[in-house]
């Protein structure tokens, strides 16, 4: 099973935190650049932010730069991203995919396979 499976996702309040996780059951995530997107209702898929394989390098969306940090734990196979200051605007389905090439921060889609079903994040007002 290559597909990736995101959790974390929920209700939360406009200012709280979220922390959401990507991973792939029995399978190793270490030689992957990783990506996050989201997709709000009636909006098209968008790029969040990308891990490189090492970890060493990241990319965030101008929207959420110094709200939102990716980070990745190659021993626990898991990547993360931690949700600070939600405004009502990050509501969305949030997906995980594995990068075939690196991290950047154009954060095309079509250079992502495997993705994950999403999470839905919902913030409240």
């Known amino acids: 099973q290559l597909q990736l499976v995101e959790s974390g996702g929920g209700l939360v309040q406009l200012g709280g935190s979220l922390r959401l996780s990507c991973g792939r059951s029995?399978?190793?995530?270490?030689?992957?650049?990783i990506g996050w997107f989201r997709q709000a209702p009636g909006k098209e898929r968008e790029g969040v932010a990308c891990?490189?394989?090492?970890?060493?390098?990241?990319a965030y969306a101008d929207s959420v730069k110094g709200r939102f940090t990716i980070s990745r734990d190659n021993d626990e196979k898991t990547v993360y991203l931690q949700m600070n200051s939600l405004k009502s605007e990050d509501t969305a389905v949030y997906f995980c995919?594995?990068?075939?090439?690196?991290?950047?921060?154009?954060?095309?889609?079509?250079?992502?396979?495997?993705w994950g079903q999403g999470t839905q994040v919902t913030v409240s007002s």
């Open positions: 995919a594995q990068g075939i090439y690196y991290c950047d921060s154009l954060l095309q889609m079509d250079e992502y396979i495997n």
């Open positions: 891990i490189s394989t090492s970890g060493d390098r990241t």
């Open positions: 029995g399978l190793s995530l270490s030689n992957y650049p």
